[in-house]
């Protein structure tokens, strides 16, 4: 059981450029979320997913698009990098939604646009 | 969701209990009243949930006063590995999303 993965850790990225992160879940949860987190800031909600074919935006949802095409891969999307996407990206699951459903984090992508 | 106030930095000593108290005064009937911690470079991990009264793990207890206008974290015996950021959050199943705040940035210090 490996909880929420995901690929890549590390990505160095130039303006401009397009990438995908790429989140997995084997727990079964119907709702998956992104976060960004900047240095010394706390977490801000890119998009989330309530179920499969499902998305919706946070607190920060421009310059990011999501797909759930399956319900248990999360996709997060930037189709042109900026220097202010530089962050550690966060992807999280849960079975129920909201404050009393626990969260499962993954490890965190670290994002650099130069 | 419950706006939640807490303070932004603490430090204290190994051995010692740390209390971190919260203020979410407009918090719903409904609404429970969790708190997660960040270990630097890792994501969030959930430690403890409660609705009123006391709830206490293996990790932490969580005291809820009467009114449940504030809920108090603490960590009895910190050591080093203590030092982590701690968010207070509050919400129901009504609300589709969490919003962290900045948390607490706790500091153990030897």
């Known amino acids: 059981n490996a909880g929420v993965t995901q690929t890549p850790k590390f990505r160095v990225l130039k303006t401009g450029q397009s990438m995908t992160l790429l989140c997995a879940q084997d727990m079964n949860h119907e709702y998956m979320y992104w976060y960004r987190q900047d240095p010394g800031m706390g977490l801000r909600l890119i998009h989330y997913s309530v179920g499969e074919g499902t998305t919706a935006k946070g607190e920060v949802p421009d310059g990011y698009n999501v797909s759930r095409l399956k319900k248990q891969n999360f996709l997060l999307g930037l189709e042109s990098a900026a220097p202010s996407q530089t962050s550690v990206y966060f992807c999280a699951s849960s079975f129920g939604t909201g404050p009393s459903y626990e969260q499962y984090f993954g490890p965190g992508t670290r994002l650099t646009v130069t | 969701l419950a706006k939640t106030t807490q303070p932004i930095s603490m430090d204290s000593y190994e051995g010692q209990e740390v209390n971190i108290t919260c203020s979410h005064n407009n918090i719903a009937t409904n609404d429970y009243i969790t708190w997660y911690q960040q270990f630097p470079s890792q994501g969030p991990r959930f430690i403890i949930q409660g609705y009123k009264t006391k709830v206490t793990n293996e990790v932490a207890s969580l005291f809820i006063p009467a009114d449940r206008k504030s809920s108090t974290l603490s960590l009895p015996r910190v050591s080093l590995s203590d030092t982590a950021v701690y968010y207070c959050?509050?919400?129901?199943?009504?609300?589709?999303?969490?919003?962290f705040g900045k948390g607490t940035r706790l500091h153990i210090l030897p």
């Open positions: 959050l509050v919400g129901d199943t009504r609300d589709d999303k969490i919003i």
